[in-house]
């Protein structure tokens, strides 16, 4: 083995449990790889794995021949490490969960250093990264030369999704989606606030029959997709505003009889009886994404 490889060499800055899920990710495929944290400890066991341990970002940035990767804990911690870096002729590529406003912000500031940028949202887990049999992906934004350039070393740990040359969209896809995970998990909460108390209900059983029901609904969202670009809300609609909102009032009433308070359902369905008494019940659910917008 001469050690020469042809693989992309990375620079990895930050070693937290998803930046070493990354780094474990990038050895095992061969590629050489350099990492520095601010913790100096988390990087040994990826230089007995044959990782470069640099002193400081700095130094780590500055003797990248490959992309510059992030995945530290926000955007604060970016702009400190970073800062004091060359960043001039290299490629960054942010890993870093954050906002699409934060996304912008830094394209513009790594932009004016001299330097390309490529912001990405992790869609998976720590145990995901590196298996691609698990179906994580990350969502990428911005420099579509750069993304190009590095697809290779970048689809190592997980999927790559591009998702356009606004910066802003990578993080715009993860939250939204984040966001719709939120929802289901309120959804979930109060069904099993609903069966948890019947001594003779399978729980396990109910979970395989609750996430098949939630999987077969997901496909709804394409029926809103449809509704929002033709701008007919009643196109294709399967299941009416009119005959939901009246089915909400044993949902309602089920939550009460079973001692549930239905505060996670109550603001959506608020939503839905609002929008029938505007005399839009013929519609699908797209016509509630009408009513909000946040006022400023
Ligand atoms: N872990 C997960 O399940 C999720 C999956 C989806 C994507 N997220 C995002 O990935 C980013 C990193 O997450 P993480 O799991 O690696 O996070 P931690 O284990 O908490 O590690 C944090 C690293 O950030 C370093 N750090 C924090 N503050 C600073 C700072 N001011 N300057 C420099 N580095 C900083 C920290 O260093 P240390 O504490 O070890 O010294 C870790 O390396 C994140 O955006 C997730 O939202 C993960």
């Known amino acids: 083995d001469t050690g020469i490889t042809s693989k992309t060499p990375i620079t990895l800055l930050g070693l937290g449990d998803m930046g070493t899920a990354l780094a474990h990710s990038w050895l095992a495929a061969g590629h ?3 990492v520095w944290n601010r913790t100096r400890e988390k990087a040994e066991p990826l230089v007995r794995g044959g990782a470069r341990a640099a002193d400081t970002a700095a130094e780590a940035v500055a003797s ?13 911690s970016v702009g400190e490490t970073l ?26 500031w790594v932009n004016e250093r001299g330097a390309r940028f490529l912001d990405g949202g992790i869609m998976a887990v720590p145990p995901m ?13 911005g420099d579509r030369e750069l993304f190009d350039r590095h697809r290779e070393a970048l689809e190592v740990p997980a999927g790559a999704e591009f998702v356009g040359e606004d910066p802003g969209h990578a993080a715009l896809h993860d939250i939204a989606l984040l966001s719709a995970m939120t929802g289901m998990l309120a959804g979930i909460t109060h069904a099993f606030a609903l069966v948890s108390r019947e001594k003779d209900l399978d729980l396990a059983r ?8 939630l999987g077969a609904m997901a496909g709804s969202s394409q029926e809103m997709a449809a509704q929002l670009a033709s701008g ?3 196109e294709g609609v399967t299941s009416n505003l ?16 079973q001692g549930v308070d239905p505060r996670l359902l109550v603001p959506f369905m608020e939503l839905m009886r609002h929008r029938v008494a505007q005399g839009h019940g013929d519609e699908g659910l797209a016509g509630l994404v009408s009513l909000l917008p946040a006022a400023h």
Do not use: H
């Open 32 to 34: 050489p790889l350099t």
């Open 64 to 76: 990248a021949a490959g992309p510059v990767v992030l995945c530290l804990l926000d955007d604060d």
């Open 83 to 108: 800062d004091g870096a060359d960043l001039n002729g290299k490629d960054v590529v942010n890993l870093t969960t954050g906002t699409p406003a934060q996304a912008w912000r830094r394209a513009r």
């Open 129 to 141: 990264i590196g298996r691609p049999e698990t179906g994580g992906y990350v969502f990428y934004s």
């Open 206 to 213: 109910f979970a395989g029959l609750l996430a098949e029901w």
């Open 232 to 234: 007919d809300y009643t």
């Open 242 to 257: 009119a005959m939901m909102a009246a089915g909400n009032d044993s949902l309602l009433a089920t939550a009460r009889d």
